[in-house]
């Protein structure tokens, strides 16, 4: 009662006098409360067989001219590296569904040639495959996410792949793969049961795909003491219906269950990446936010199937969606990415906190070249790292720490869809005991005095990082890569258990208290 009264008091729309005057919010940290865990997989990444985003984004080969690790471009290597990316998901995406394995094994002078149908119809010449995915995932220390073929594949197919990577036994795939060049299986946790087969996975109706779920689920079987982690296709956005079938008719067959969302704020016109108004900024961030709703009525479905919590909610393709750059591929999906974009991902992650109970993992669409990604880069050997890649480089202190609930009191704006609150926060501790707060002022023309209660939080010094720039719609280029980047944040001050922030317009900070 006493949050909701809180809420209700917060909504104090911003007038337009008050628009340019600095601003002020408080935020409440209920340290003595926390008792989840933000898995460190809500920090996933996705990589779709898709434009540039594997051959010439993470996947180079051997005889390129451009600096690289047995194949894998040195530089988004080191990039991914340097970002901690827990899981890994791929192949797909709607190529998942069309994607056949065996092309993608053997010596790669040998794989077939095929045309990506989905994505732009590019050659897909198949020198990206299982090993050079599962490899990678060890490289980076990810888990890998391996989405198998069920629109157009075969049960068959998908029970062979599994043996072909997780069996140790004296069997006809297992023994492929060691004819492969690979002795040892790889551990494989996640294996999602196609994807969107609502859609490009088929176009099937809910009812039809959890039978077809189950039959697949059936045959992917656990090897030599690797775990699989069956995920099923949930629904697109607020499909509530897809939601509720699935966990009746399949809940107790899976671990795991997606949801798919994309900021976008018109289908049929996405709006550049780069050009756009503060009315626009504020409409994409009230698009944002619906991910509370939603998240929170497909969990309230969840909980009636599964009171005890057990099939965990991934939310395993988020991010923004504008229309493609000028002068690039169609199909390629190939976007700029601001600060708009670094607040989008800074307030889906305060949204996926907040559900930690029940979002078990999160995948950002997608890691590098397309959609919201960490990295662009260009067939030059050019580089950047996105606003969006400072994001997750300074949120992963939440990683694996304990949520600290917390209540906001703070001005909200009209978005257009809703109404938005022009703070957003999230507070954890992690095992050392460390408490890390994050806290963006959404509003794109305003600074903002936050107001912290820490009770029961003993720390004298704030230190972190702030991530902002001078406008909204500033990115990185491959002539100014560093335009939007993090810089030491000095505005924090603690008196008496209260921490004071004073945050530019449109900025996103982390602090550890010490
Ligand atoms: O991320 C791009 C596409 O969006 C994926 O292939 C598909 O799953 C979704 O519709």
Redesign the pocket.
Known sequence: MKKKLLLFAAVVMASAAGLNAQKSATISVRASEGTEIIPKEIYGHFA?H?GTLVYGGLWVGEGSALPNVNGYRSDVLQALKDLKVPVLRWP????ADEYHWMDGIGPRAERPKLVNTHWGGTVEDNSFGTHEFLNLCEMLGAEPYVSVNVGSGTVQETAQWVEYMTSEGDSPMANMRRANGREKAWKVKYLGIG??NW??GGNMRAEYYADVYRRYATYARNYDGNRLYKVAVGPSEDDYHWMEVLMREAGSRMNGISL?YYTVTDWSAKGSATQFDNDHYYYTISRTRYMDEMLQKHIAIMDRYDPSNRVGLLVD?WGTWWDEEPGTVRGH?YQQNTMRDAMVAALNFDMFHKYTRRVKMANI??IVNV?QSMILTNAQGGMLLTPTYHVFKMYSVHQDATYLPLDISCDWIDGGQRAIPLVSATASRNAAGVVHISVSNVDATTPQTVSINLPGVNARNATGEILTSGAINDHNTFENPDKVKTAPFRGARIERGVLTVTLPAASIVTLALN
């Not at 797909?92 to 190529?95: E, L, R, T, V, Y």
């Open positions: 779709e898709l797909g995406g709607c190529f994807n969107e859609g490009c798919h393709e999906l669409a997608q959609l």
